[in-house]
């Protein structure tokens, strides 16, 4: 029986590892294929709008994912808790896309900007559906929809490529079509709790969820994002797209690390809550292990496969309006902060199963100021790429803050 448990845990793991790799790797794909076919400011722009999607997956963990997690992996869970929070989730997709025109706007891009904000808003329904799968116990559900969001992106843009119609509004209606099929395939039960049980909710039971959890998780989030992209925003707007196109073309390996994270975070977060529920911090603590491996792993493989197409096809990656030296650069920078994120990630998933919010959220502040004073000074004196610097000062701030806390609520914790 325990083979077969292990065989079973190993395959769920490996669906939770694979699955949103190849969400990141379509992701990949379609931006390497973006360098060669649209301008530096376009580029530039849907990276930053990119990042944008990111923190929307950020903002929807505090708001509504992590209290939603939190109540499932209660043993006896609230059905009004569940139900508010779905409906709360509608109303955030609809406001995170009229958030990404307004951001889209601000920094000039075009009227590919409106079907981009589209597929933002569906992105967040998209997330959200993962992590009701994952709280239902149903990690398949969640695999197929990441496999068949990163299939159907990758045949709309060898349509695009084969039919010659390659341009920022069809590559915008192709995200748009991928995360429609990757929402569908989470499953009936999930299309009709977000479309239809929100209908029933209370909105003003959300205001315990709020004063509870949300508030400073959500405080956390904005620190985190900041520690993590003040460089993105700072540089966008100080300096234009076409400036922060170079840092955006030298993420496009680690990107996916930075997705692949935050989603084994989403896998492993009802995994930790059940241990700490139950007072086994020994299995608290091989989640922790287990993650760490995971992230440090999927860390390695893509700076092994990076350094290989620097030194074998560096003509993917650098583009004659690009400068070498500065791709190689952010690259390095963005190589050290990742890994400190690793550091952090299976910390931050301990701490707030323990329900350590207010913590958690003073600690990303400080780390933010760390990162905002660094990437101003390094802006005023160096070149824009060098502004990564900062965020590595801020980030390395996190980690250590991180893992002082993460031992002091070890503790804590109940046997």
């Known amino acids: 029986m325990r083979e077969k448990i292990s065989v079973r845990s190993f395959f769920q793991y490996a669906l939770a590892v694979v699955a949103p790799s190849s ?3 379509a992701h990949f794909l379609v931006q390497l294929v973006m360098l060669s076919r649209v301008s530096p400011g376009e580029f530039g722009a849907f990276v930053f709008l990119m990042v944008l999607v990111q923190l929307g997956y950020g903002l929807s963990n505090a708001l509504v994912s992590t209290p939603y997690d939190v109540n499932a992996s209660q043993q006896h869970p609230v059905q009004e808790t569940r139900i508010v929070l779905t409906a709360v989730n509608a109303v955030y997709a609809l406001l995170f896309t009229a958030g990404c025109i307004g951001a889209g706007l601000l920094i000039g891009a075009g009227e590919w900007v409106y079907l981009f904000a589209l597929f933002g808003g569906l992105s967040m329904l998209r997330w959200f559906g993962r992590v009701f799968s994952y709280a239902n116990r149903r990690p398949f559900a969640t695999a197929v929809s990441d496999l ?19 341009s920022m509004k069809a590559i915008s209606v192709a995200f748009i ?44 989030v904005v620190s985190t994002e900041t520690t993590a992209n003040a460089h993105s ?38 995994f930790m809550g059940r241990a700490i529920s139950a007072g086994d911090l020994g299995g608290a603590r091989r ?20 350094a290989g197409v620097f030194a074998l096809k560096p003509s ?15 690259f390095a920078l963005f190589a050290l902060i990742t890994l400190l994120q690793i550091w952090q990630a299976p910390n931050n998933v301990f701490l707030q199963a323990v329900r350590a919010f207010r913590p958690l959220s003073t600690v990303s502040v400080v780390s ?29 701030v996190m980690s250590i803050k991180l893992s002082e806390l993460a031992n002091k609520w070890t503790i804590k914790v109940p046997a």
């Open 316 to 330: 993917l990656i650098i583009k004659p309006e690009y400068s070498a030296q500065d791709i190689h650069i952010a």
């Open 148 to 166: 068949t969001y990163a299939t159907v992106l990758c045949l709309a843009v060898v349509f695009l490529l084969i039919t010659n119609s390659f």
């Open 287 to 306: 989640v922790k292990r287990r993650f760490h491996l995971a992230l440090a792993l999927l860390w390695i493989g893509t700076i092994v496969l990076a």
């Open 233 to 270: 925003y700072l540089v966008t707007i100080f300096a234009g797209p076409a400036q922060f196109a170079p840092m955006g073309a030298a993420a496009l390996f680690l990107r996916p690390i930075m997705l692949s994270m935050t989603a084994l975070s989403q896998f492993e977060r009802p």
């Open 23 to 25: 969400a990141s790797a």
């Open 368 to 396: 933010c100021i760390f990162s905002i004073i660094g990437v101003l000074l390094s802006l005023c004196f160096l070149p824009p790429v060098y502004s990564l610097i900062g965020i590595a000062i801020g980030q390395l």
């Open 177 to 220: 079509v991928a995360t429609i099929f990757g929402t569908i395939c989470i499953g009936r039960d999930f299309l009709r709790e977000q479309f239809i049980v929100p209908f029933s909710a209370r909105p003003l039971s959300y205001i315990h969820i709020w004063r509870d959890q949300a508030r400073w998780t959500l405080i956390g």
